[in-house]
């Protein structure tokens, strides 16, 4: 074989070594459904008369598939104490980042995002439009993932918790609690003093399973 002949076959031979390279480092820059797992808050907003916990998912998961997000979609809700409706209970424990749908980290994991503190707040909606600065969001969830109380959950009665007015009118009678999406502290899913009525018309958040 002549000199010629073999420095063409070595040079394609490099040729197609750094093409796979290049394939292989652009695979690993991608960040894909298996490394990650989305959040956002609705861009909708909603009255504590929600249908129950199912009720709930069920708006998270409409709010995804107008948007055009795939996977399954839960809210970031608990129900009474001690229930197993906890949200902690209720939702699946990322192993993987959180992230906003326009490619922003909320948390590095579960862990991280029940921690008290997030790397930046939900105030991303499905669509990826930014929420109102003042926007408030049903949750009854500490920030570690569990209910806050009985009596803040939009529910009457002893009998497991329901997110729904029994009668429409008496919304204005029961409370439940809410989080600030602008916030970053605690506060993103509530405090002692986030009482609401839950006739108020406020969002959800809706964390990818």
């Not at 980290?105 to 991303?124: E, F, K, M, P, R």
């Amino acid at each position: 074989m002549s000199k010629n002949k073999s420095a063409a076959w070595l040079f394609i031979i490099l040729l197609i070594i750094l093409i796979l390279l290049l394939i292989l480092w652009l695979l690993s820059r991608q960040t894909g459904p298996e490394d990650r797992k989305l959040v956002f808050v609705t861009s909708s907003t909603f009255s504590g008369n929600l249908g129950g916990l199912e009720g709930a998912d069920n708006r998270c998961r409409s709010a995804a598939e107008e948007a055009g997000l795939s996977g399954t979609f839960k809210a970031w809700i608990s129900g009474r104490e001690h229930s197993g409706q906890d949200a902690g209970d209720r939702l699946s424990h990322a192993t993987v980042p959180y992230q906003l749908v326009n490619g922003t980290q909320v948390a590095d994991n579960w862990a991280d995002l029940t921690d008290g503190s997030l790397d930046h707040a939900i105030n991303v909606t499905e669509t990826g439009t930014p929420a109102p600065e003042n926007a408030r969001v049903w949750t009854n969830t500490t920030s570690a993932g569990q209910a806050w109380d009985n009596t803040r959950d939009c529910a009457l009665g002893s009998g497991p918790a329901t997110w729904t007015c029994h009668v429409t009118t008496e919304c204005p009678f029961e409370s439940g609690k809410y989080g600030l999406a602008q916030s970053v502290s605690g506060s993103w899913t509530g405090q002692e003093s986030s009482n609401t009525a839950c006739s108020n018309d406020y969002r959800l958040y809706c964390f990818e399973q």
